[in-house]
């Protein structure tokens, strides 16, 4: 069976070490991009002895990118520092490689907290949606790219290149699998950090709309709101209701971007409000 390249990208993050430990498959090669790395992190995977590749400046979807240009092979697979492979993912993988175009696994989420586990079902819940195509973990047939724009990442956005990818992925018609036993592990989130990170991919969102990209759409504060009695419903309000702060701080996000916009192009603004 052919072989795969692991790309996991990194900046600041010592994790990479134990990401790099959870690999257990001789047909899958890590390739860590260095995207603007520290000293610290430099040595860390030096001392591990897997290739890299060396980006001077900091970017996720372009390092991301990058890596996926500089694989030796035809298939990829996305990794994330801060996540380990469960015992017999890379197998999956390594086997799954060329039953289609894009061949998505199972993130769970450690929790060691009531607030952790919460964070944890909600965010398991969303990145496992089949209607998404996340990066972590995901294998991708490097050929694909001619048939969605020429690149897998678009490097001009942060934060929602996954929800950009989907949109071209369906679009093009690719084919995407369902791995059901090829599990990473992530480490635990906390509330506030949670939030944060929802508050980015509205800062990402708003990139989108800005570059006119397919699917992407004006977020309002009132939009907040949508899916607010089915999710009671069906998880529960506890749930629910972390669901609606999540959703507040994505359209935080999109607003205080929407208003960096305005401040760099004043006079546009002002233009397309008369």
């Avoid at 498959?25 to 610290?40: F, I, K, M, S």
């Avoid at 290739?51 to 298939?75: F, K, Q, V, W, Y």
């Avoid at 909600?122 to 991708?140: C, D, E, G, W």
């Avoid at 419903?233 to 208003?259: C, E, H, P």
Wanted: net charge positive.
């Amino acid at each position: 069976m052919a072989d795969i390249t692991v790309v996991v990208p990194v900046r600041d993050d010592l994790r990479i070490t134990r990401c790099l430990r959870s690999f257990d498959c001789d047909g899958a090669r890590p390739l860590v991009v260095l995207n603007d790395a520290t000293e610290p992190v430099r040595r860390a995977v030096a001392q591990a002895g897997v290739d890299t590749l060396d980006l001077p400046d900091a970017g996720g979807p372009a390092a991301c990118e990058r890596g996926i240009e500089a694989a030796g092979t035809h298939h990829v697979l996305m990794m994330d520092s801060d996540c380990v492979f469960l015992p017999g993912t890379l197998a999956a993988f390594k086997g799954a490689a060329g039953s289609a175009d894009l061949v998505r696994g199972v993130t769970l989420f450690r929790h060691h907290t009531s607030s952790e586990r919460l964070v944890s079902k909600v965010r398991a819940r969303h990145t496992n949606s089949p209607h998404m195509v996340f990066k972590v973990p995901l294998l991708i047939d490097r050929r694909i790219r001619d048939r969605i724009g020429g690149y897998v990442f678009d490097d001009r956005l942060a934060w929602t290149e996954d929800f950009d990818l989907t949109v071209r992925a369906k679009k093009a018609g690719l084919g995407v699998r369902r791995l059901r036993d090829a599990v990473v592990l992530h480490d635990a989130l906390s509330i506030r950090r949670d939030l944060v990170s929802s508050f980015r991919y509205g800062q990402g969102h708003r990139q989108g709309v800005s570059l006119h990209l397919e699917g992407y759409r004006p977020v309002s504060r009132l939009g907040a709101l949508r899916g607010l009695m089915p999710t009671a419903k069906r998880y529960g309000f506890r749930d629910a209701l972390y669901g609606l702060v999540s959703n507040i701080s994505f359209a935080a996000g999109y607003a205080r971007a929407t208003a960096g916009v305005e401040e760099h192009h004043p006079q546009s603004q002002k233009e397309a409000r008369e």
